[in-house]
């Protein structure tokens, strides 16, 4: 099944945010757009926004000043949704509310031809309650936009229950004609990127009401070790924590309040205190005039090192040994369990166990923890906890010689897992969950978070290059040490790491 014909009209209902965005993306692929918005007046406003932002791209030399007339040409402000019965493909960006979408819908099938697709850029009600009680629930399909549309590459393309396969398919290729990613997804919670994000928000919003650190230090280690574009928290500053919050707690209810999913308490006090983030001038951060942005704390150290010693293969930590080589660092090795010992230090990747926990159970002194780094060639910060009684001379010469490969050290208090470790544990977690029960193929779930959000590396790519038995122990270390299920493992993690098997086929 192939995309839609160019000729073939497209109307988009709801002049907003994302209608306009829509709207605008359709136009430039070279539809006619016919626009509608119950407010009257507001599609012809839209269109003008459009037509200024178009001009804005004329400015800078990115578009032709004859393309931008003549997609605004081909975008049509309409006052009735009478107007719309020749359309081939309805996209409804209104209101997010059932009811309101399912008269829309109904009112749309006895307005349109029989073959027209109607589609929802719903971001978080179920497409096949939105298309029960139609007499033709297999054209109704999710198009899931992101925000702001012209820019984000992803599209969701959303199956419900009665969605006709062919439908979903020419909804796929017309994506792709328009220069969108699309990932094909079934109506669950969330559907792929509401859904496997949850963590990234949960695991820092968390680890800030333990006391890991404070804002500024734990975004710092997602975007300089993690490799985040932005932390969690000045991400959510950005979205809105009405609308971040919102979600999470729809997609929380929508499990049947599944702890996995469950939302914080600290973030429901911002959103409690009208601290909605950049749009009120006030969130975990301050944006009123002049306000400084806090800096990331980071250690320094008094020691001087000149030399350490790697005990047995230390897995993905490996190119950490390679980075102290190249800074002059005399590295020697022996056999081991997979530690590095400089001075009195005892440096390891974190393993989700605490630090104290860990020195306990497998004996070993003056225990600093290292965590995660999405590449730990290039990464500029790392994250480290120690154990109570680690000394302070250890945890001086464990910082001098990570601070000797190049790295900001920044300390985090002992909780299970770091951030990064945790944080992406968690995501593969999520990732893996959706995967089992069929919401994506593994390419598709990977693609996803990439296009959608900006990861910088699928979450099962992640986990399959961390190890799935790495992770898995990580997954089971945070579960014990916290008790919860919010931590259990993923049974598809436990599968394919038993059989030998990958996520990706
Ligand atoms: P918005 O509030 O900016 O725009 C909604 C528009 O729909 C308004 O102009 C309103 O007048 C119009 N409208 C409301 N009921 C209507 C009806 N019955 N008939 C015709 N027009 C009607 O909302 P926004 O942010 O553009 O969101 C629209 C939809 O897109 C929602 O379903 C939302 O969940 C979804 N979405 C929003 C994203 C975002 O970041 N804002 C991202 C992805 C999806």
Known sequence: ????????????????????????????????????????????????????????????????????????????????????????????????????????????????????????????????????????????????????????????????????????????????????????????????????????????????????????????????????????FELTDLIGHDVNYAVTCSVFDAFYGDFRFQPSLAQKELVDAGRLGRKSGQGFYSYAEGAQRPHADELQSQATVECCVVEGNLGVLQPLAERLRDNGVAVSERAGLGLIQVGDATLALSDGRLASQRAREDGLRNLVLVDLALDYRSASRIAVSWSADTTSLARDQAVALLQRAGLRVSAIADLPGLVVLRTVAMLANEAADALLQGVGSAANIDLAMCAGVNYPLGPLAWAEQLGLGYTLRVLENLQRSYGESRYRPSLLLRRCDAQGARLHE
């Open 1 to 232: 099944m192939g995309a839609l014909d160019n000729n073939a009209l497209v109307a988009v209902i709801g002049a907003g945010a994302m209608g306009a965005g829509i709207a605008q993306v359709a136009a430039q692929a070279g539809h006619t757009v016919k626009l509608y918005d119950n407010r009257p007046g507001a599609a012809a406003q839209a269109v003008a926004g459009i037509d200024r932002q178009l001009g804005r791209l004329v400015e800078k030399g990115r578009l032709q000043p004859e393309a931008r007339e003549a997609i605004t040409a081909r975008l049509q402000p309409v006052e009735a949704i009478e107007a719309l019965t020749d359309a081939c493909l309805v996209i409804e960006a209104i209101v997010e509310n059932l009811q309101v979408k399912q008269a829309l819908l109904l009112q749309l099938e006895t307005l349109c031809a029989p073959h027209c697709i109607l589609a929802s850029n719903t971001s978080s009600l179920s497409i096949t309650s939105l298309a029960a009680g139609l007499q033709r629930p297999q054209q109704v399909v999710g198009m899931h936009f992101f925000n702001p549309a012209p820019l984000m590459a992803l599209v969701e393309i959303v199956r419900g229950l009665a969605t006709a396969p062919a439908v979903a398919a020419q909804l796929y290729e017309t994506a792709k004609a328009w220069g969108k990613q699309p990932v094909q997804t079934r109506s669950t919670p969330g559907f792929i990127v509401n859904r496997v994000a949850r963590p990234f928000y949960a695991e820092s919003l968390r680890l800030l009401q333990e006391g890991a650190a404070d804002c500024a230090t734990l975004d710092a280690l997602l975007r300089d070790a993690g490799g985040f574009r932005m932390g969690a």
